[in-house]
T-cell receptor, first 114, second 113 residues
């Protein structure tokens, strides 16, 4: 399975942008890049996903490198409610044993200061 | 739409006892996952179902853990007998087929004493 690498922790100030990096140098052509976050004492929640092009939704933006070996989750204005563990995950959308497998790593702990 | 429902929310048992967790996924979601999350770690995939068939159970400790998904809807995860190291939050998630987001339940926090 292709693996992802994220920093253990990052800090930000409220209302400032946050860029959370993820490396996935062994990504395959059928792997989609998904981001989830987990607030304290809750199950993970979906944030955003993409394949090749940059993506935007109401929660965040996803910037994907041209070679797809890295990506960055962008929170445009961090709030205290964005403090969570952020996970970058590769989801394979093709046949084989890894199809649809959602494997979490350690993630990045984001601390937001008021 | 209604979310993924899990029960119970909390469970305390003694080691060597058995325990079962229940998950009701979102209607129409063919894929169902069970995860184990130990404090301070990311969720670890235990088993993945596609409808009522097992797609991946490579990390399920089959000597003590079992899971089933009858009729491709609800699922149960059982531990028998429990060990102290099974203390964790057990998360259930479901997803439609394709490249779609997964929805997670609130989890069951298991404490084995």
């Amino acid at each position: 399975d292709a693996k992802t690498t994220q920093p253990n922790s990052m800090e930000s100030n409220e209302e400032e942008p946050v860029h959370l990096p993820c490396n996935h140098s062994t990504i395959s052509g059928t792997d989609y890049i998904h981001w989830y976050r987990q607030l304290p004492s809750q199950g993970p929640e979906y944030v955003i996903h993409g394949l090749t092009s940059n993506v935007n939704n109401r929660m965040a933006s996803l910037a994907i490198a041209e070679d797809r070996k890295s990506s960055t989750l962008i929170l445009h204005r961090a709030t205290l409610r964005d403090a969570a563990v952020y996970y970058c995950i590769l989801l394979r959308n093709a046949g084989g044993t890894s199809y649809g497998k959602l494997t979490f790593g350690q993630g990045t702990i984001l601390t937001v200061h008021p | 739409e209604a979310g993924v429902a899990q029960s119970p929310r909390y469970k305390i048992i003694e080691k060597r006892q058995s325990v079962a967790f229940w998950c009701n996924p979102i209607s129409g979601h063919a894929t169902l996952y069970w995860y184990q999350q130990i404090l301070g770690q990311g969720p670890k995939l235990l088993i993945q179902f596609q409808n009522n068939g097992v797609v991946d159970d490579s990390q399920l400790p089959k000597d003590r853990f079992s899971a089933e998904r009858l009729k491709g809807v609800d699922s149960t995860l059982k531990i028998q007998p429990a060990k102290l190291e099974d203390s964790a939050v057990y998360l259930c998630a479901s997803r439609r087929t394709g490249v779609t987001e997964a929805f997670f339940g609130q989890g069951t926090r298991l404490t084995v004493v």
